[in-house]
């Protein structure tokens, strides 16, 4: 199951030793819900290697205004806590997969 991220623990994700995947997304966004279950399975998948987070749009301002999300599901890829690529919109989990191990 994928971390909740809010304006007040994101930092510190983010300063951590392990890659971060950041969903943005909303409870009233179709497309995210499609890909939640696949943000779930990564997250399972990676764990100890990867800390993959959920954050949800309408109550984390300070977060979202930071990255300029404007379209959910965006989804962000951090390393050493440094935007390296991200994802705008739904996509396959061969997608998110293919991200994450260019993280390493």
């Known amino acids: 199951m ?3 991220v809010t304006d007040e623990n994101y930092s510190e994700l983010l300063n ?3 890659p971060v995947v950041l969903d943005f997304w909303a409870e009233w ?4 819900r499609i890909i ?3 943000i779930d399975e990564l997250a399972a998948e990676y764990e100890g290697c990867v800390v993959v987070g959920k954050v949800d749009v309408d109550d984390n ?3 979202v205004s930071k990255y300029g999300i404007r379209n959910i599901p965006t ?5 050493e806590g440094e935007l390296v ?3 705008v919109g739904a996509a396959g989990k061969e997608v998110f997969v293919e991200k994450i191990n260019k993280l390493f």
């Open 75 to 79: 989804i962000l890829f951090f390393k």
């Open 16 to 18: 951590g030793d392990k």
């Open 2 to 4: 994928a971390l909740k």
């Open 85 to 87: 690529d991200k994802q």
């Open 36 to 38: 939640a279950s696949i």
């Open 29 to 32: 966004c179709g497309p995210c």
């Open 61 to 63: 301002n300070d977060i």
